[in-house]
C-alpha cells in the first residue's frame, strides 16, 4: 500500500504508474503540443431519477470511462494507457477508448494507440501489432 495512496501530478495514476509514465516523457519518441490527462469519456451511467444533483455528479465521475493521457502532436491524437505489467485487458481498455474518443470527440486528425508499461504479460506482441497499438517498455 504504502505510497499507492500519495497523490501523483497524473490524476488517476497510482504512484508507480506516474513513475513509469515519467520515465517514458523523458524518451518519448513524439514531438508533444500538448497532454491532457484523465480525460472522461463515455456518457456514464444515469442516476436513479429523482436523485440528488450530487448523485446524479456522483454516478457520472464514477461511471464514465478514463484514459490516462490524450497526446496531441503535430499530425495525430494519441490515446495513452498506462501500466505496470500489460495484459489483454489494456488492448480492450485502449480499443474501447478508441471508439468512445471517436464518438464523443469526432477528430479530423489521425487516431494512434499507445501503451506505455514497465513489462508485457506473455502472448501480447503479436496483438498489439495487430491492432496497431505502439508499445513502449520503461
Known sequence: MGG???????PHMKAH???IWERFLEVAPWTVRS???DVRLG????APAGSPDWVQRMVWALSTKRVDAVVETQDATILVEVKDRASLSAVGQLLGYLALYVEQYKPQRRMRLALVCEALAPDMSAMLV???IE????
Not at 43 to 46: I, K, L, S
Not at 135 to 138: G, N
Open 17 to 19: 504508474e506516474s513513475a
Open 4 to 10: 499507492e495512496l500519495m497523490p501523483t501530478l497524473y
Open 43 to 46: 456518457r456514464g451511467a444515469e
Open 135 to 138: 508499445t513502449f517498455i520503461v
Open 35 to 37: 497532454i491532457r490527462y
Open 130 to 132: 495487430q491492432y496497431g
